[in-house]
Each structure stands twice: as structure tokens, then as C-alpha cells.
């Protein structure tokens, strides 16, 4: 909110520049990884943070992995599936039925399993859990009738769903990002685990963590705001649209 015109002109225009590469890298996905912890050169893919990949893959214990869209954010589950995490993805698919299917099939193939984003599927979520596993979740859109929460100091709705089940679960959570680098290169990043706030009886404060979460995805976007997709209304609420200041009007003493 403290860019000036030229400068949100400029995030915009490397935002369209990241979502025409997003489109074209899609289904290129198993090429592009080429991380290889043992090469004395490195390819397109670093990582860093890969030993808590590793630890999460070896834990017989639920987790979960959270991040935001950012960069070429469908590296992720690759890397995850790639370190031997078993790891169930939540996405939105396509509102084009073939679209949606010829992504899907692409998608399976690299990374592990993957969990559409409709009705049930927070219950579908917690049997993940429930079984040990670990979920992966986008917490950056927008969410009907959500937690009242902020972001960049403005009023938002956010899904309650990670903070919920990490209630329920008292499971570990890890935010992670993509991070677009130059010369067609990228960073996959998993950061130490979260301190989780906690209420007076020692349970995981839903509101809270819920966020902090938009704390973290804040810091990313602000370290690269050209990589993050910025048209997804993220601070529109639910039940009419928002006035800009310059719209409202004071009213009256009755």
C-alpha cells in the first residue's frame, strides 16, 4: 500500500511476466526439477531447507506444509514427492472440465497425491491426518465468510481450515515458498517449523495462527512482489463489495 504508481505498475507488469511462465512451465513440471544434492553444479532447482524435507519424511507423525502463490508455487509437491514425503496436496482445479482433467494426469504423475479444493474436502484433509500423513495447503485466497484477519494492515476473510486441523492434530507446521530466480532458475524454500500460538488451556489459537499465517505470506510478498498473483481479490468481502476511502461519507448525527 506504500508503492507509488509507477512502482505498482511495475509489480503488475513482472506479475503477468510470472503468470505467462506459471502457464508455460505446467507441463514441463518433471523436466524442470532437476535438484540433485549431490551435483558439484547446480541445475535450475536449488533448495533450501531440504533437511526438513527430509525430517518430515522420516517422522511417523502428521504435518502440515503450507504456502502461498508464489513464483512457480507447483514445485513444491514435486520437491516434497522427490524427497519421499508422503504428502496429499489440496488445489483448485480448472473450471475447464478437459483443462482440468489434462492438468490433473500431469500433475498425479509428479507429485503424489492430490486433493480437488470442493465441498468435503477439509474432512477429506483430516483422514490424511488422521492416518499420519501430511497435507499440503495455499492459504492466500480469498474465503467466504472466513476468520476476520489482515493483510498488508487491511481488513481480509481467511479459511480457518490449517489452524483448525492443526488444532485437532497438534500437528508440526512448515511454511515453504518457490522463489523465481534469474536466468530460469528457482529456489524451493521450507522454513523452520512454526511456533503455533496457544490459548490459556495450552490448545492451538485458531484465530491466531490463522494470522500468523498471513503474516508469513505478508513477508514473502513483500520480499517479491512481483511473484505473487495479486488479482485474486484477496480483500474483497464476502457480502458486498469494499468502498474505496475516497467513496465513503460520513453520516449525519441523527
Not at 492434530?169 to 515458498?177: E, I, K, L, S, T
Amino acid at each position: 500500500p506504500e508503492k507509488g504508481e509507477a512502482e505498482i505498475q511495475a509489480i503488475a507488469s513482472d506479475m503477468w511476466g510470472n503468470m505467462a511462465r506459471l502457464a508455460a512451465e505446467y507441463i514441463f513440471l518433471d523436466a524442470l526439477f532437476d535438484y540433485d544434492p549431490t551435483a558439484i553444479k547446480p541445475g535450475r532447482i536449488e533448495v533450501k531447507g531440504a533437511d526438513h524435507f527430509l525430517e518430515i519424511a522420516s517422522e511417523v507423525k502428521p504435518h502440515i506444509v503450507f504456502t502461498g502463490h508464489l513464483g512457480n508455487f507447483e514445485l513444491l509437491p514435486v520437491a516434497a514427492a522427490t524427497f519421499g514425503m508422503n504428502i496429499t496436496a489440496l488445489f483448485r482445479p480448472p473450471n475447464n472440465p478437459y483443462l482440468a482433467d489434462y492438468i490433473l494426469s500431469t500433475r498425479r504423475s509428479t507429485m503424489g497425491s492430490l486433493l480437488p479444493s470442493m465441498a468435503g474436502a477439509s474432512f477429506a484433509l483430516a483422514g490424511v491426518l488422521e492416518n499420519g500423513g501430511n497435507i499440503g495447503i495455499l492459504v492466500d485466497q480469498k474465503f467466504s465468510s472466513g476468520l476476520e484477519t489482515t493483510f498488508f494492515g487491511r481488513p481480509c476473510q481467511s479459511n480457518r481450515v490449517l489452524a483448525t486441523l492443526a488444532r485437532h492434530y497438534d500437528c508440526d507446521v512448515y511454511p515453504a515458498r518457490c522463489i523465481r530466480l534469474p536466468g530460469n532458475r528457482f529456489r524451493l524454500e521450507i522454513e523452520d517449523k512454526l511456533t503455533l500460538p496457544r490459548t490459556a488451556d495450552g490448545s492451538v489459537d485458531v484465530h491466531a495462527t490463522t494470522q500468523r499465517l498471513n503474516d508469513v505470506v505478508e513477508r514473502w510478498v513483500r520480499e517479491d512482489p512481483g511473484q505473487w498473483m495479486w488479482f485474486h481479490k484477496r480483500w474483497e468481502i464476502s457480502g458486498g463489495r469494499r468502498k474505496r476511502p475516497s467513496q465513503a461519507k460520513a453520516v449525519p448525527n441523527a
